[in-house]
């Protein structure tokens, strides 16, 4: 008996590991994709978890690498294919200024990381889609003796949990081109990041949607290129139809001065971003950030709350006083589902993203307004450049009419009388002078009407009595 018991629990026991090991070892990344789902969660666990992503430091390595192991977990690989994490974020080197004094400046080379998982549609020769966000901060990041202690938990973090719930709500979806999720290091450095992207892709891009600050400010916003564009038509329309709260951008002349990096022109109107580097290399770019225009300061995200952007104050518990947790669990899982249902649209976001990049590019204008007192200008100035080729033509037409003018005048020289008997010897008496009245006056040497005797005329002569 005793033995049967033990066999019988050795059976069960057998059973019981069998039936654990044939469980399926992808409910935790099931679980993973489940949870992510909610952009919200995906943004406190990251601003939890990495509250210092700090430039160059072994932290934001931390961070990347949490990130690639997100991303592969969900069958997402690098641009070779690799489902290795650790081959999906990038180590990059950068340089940039630093001034020492006011006569003064020193060159600084510093080191970030790129994350961007690739989803692939298996067509060959693919364009590319890529949905971007920062991910690093300056937390302890040393300026002038002080550390910073940015956390960014608002501006990058709060965009990183809207791009990781994209990356979840699109896995498993079938598109007609390929997807790059790219979580960009050391944005704060001219968008070291994106130049970085560019400089390493040899992909052909269909357009680029870039994510900032999406959690702050009172309003969610779109802004496309610097003028109107077939994609940005279209991305109105499925907003509309979709009835989500995305305004977009009005014009702002108060940043038409404004310099991005130093030396770039920013004509972009809003918070800045790698996305202006898209639109340099004429990429149509889609770009969602939160801000209030209303708020009647140029400088400041928001009308109602602080400017935290870019301050120590950028911290998660200080975010979430000001915004409150359910505002931006509402307002990150509209981005990030506003972002799914555009790429879902697939065919026709694709159409319109290449019907604007075959339009010409004026990402250096402010402008609908500058753009359309360009367009009109030009038009005018082509009008005025007709017009003066016509007069010129028309003055060489009548030119060459002249020879027959010109033979004809040549006759009437040879015919006519010499000068001398026209106009007489010099100081002559003139025969035949309007003024006489006859004959004898030319031989007197006056004239009859004249008060004076000689050849001196009157003035009344000329202009009448005086």
Known sequence: MRRFLSILLIALLLTSLATYFAMPVASADAGAISVYQDAYLAFEHFATQFPDRTVGTDYELAAANWLAQQLTSWGYT??????????????????????????????????SYNVVAYKRCGVEGAPLLVIAAPYSNEKSYVLDGETLQCEDAAYAASSVGALLSIAVKLHS?????????????AEYFYAAGTKEFLSSNTQSLLGAIYLSEVGLGDNLNVYYDEVDTAHGAYIDRVFAKWGYDIAG????????????????????????????????????????????????NASSESAKHGDIAFTAD?????????????????????????????????????????????????????????????????????????????VLLMRRSKGAATPDFAVNSDQMDAEARPREDVFGEYGATIEGDSGDVDASDASSGSDSDDNNTGNTPDTNDIFGEF
């Open 173 to 185: 979806a079938e598109l007609s081109f390929d997807v790059a999720f790219a979580f960009l290091g």
């Open 314 to 390: 950028d911290n998660l518990d200080n975010f979430l006083r000001l915004y409150t947790e359910d505002a931006v669990r509402e307002r990150l899982n509209l981005a990030a589902d506003a972002v799914k249902v555009l790429v879902l649209s697939d065919g026709d976001l694709a159409a319109a993203l290449k019907e604007s990049k075959a339009q010409p590019s004026y990402h250096g204008l402010v402008s609908n307004a500058a753009y359309y007192g360009l367009k009109y200008g030009l038009a005018g100035l082509a009008l005025v450049v007709l017009a003066l080729i016509a």
């Open 78 to 111: 690098n641009k070779a294919g690799s489902t290795d994490a650790k081959d999906m974020y990038l180590p990059f080197s950068f340089t940039y200024q630093v001034t020492e004094n006011y006569y003064q400046s020193k060159s600084v080379t510093e080191h």
């Open 249 to 296: 951008k009005p014009f702002d002349p108060g940043y038409y001065a404004q310099v991005y990096g130093g030396d770039l022109p920013y004509a972009h109107v809003g918070i800045s971003g790698g996305n202006y580097f898209f639109m340099q290399q004429d990429v149509p770019t889609v770009h969602l950030f939160g801000y209030n225009w209303e708020g009647g």
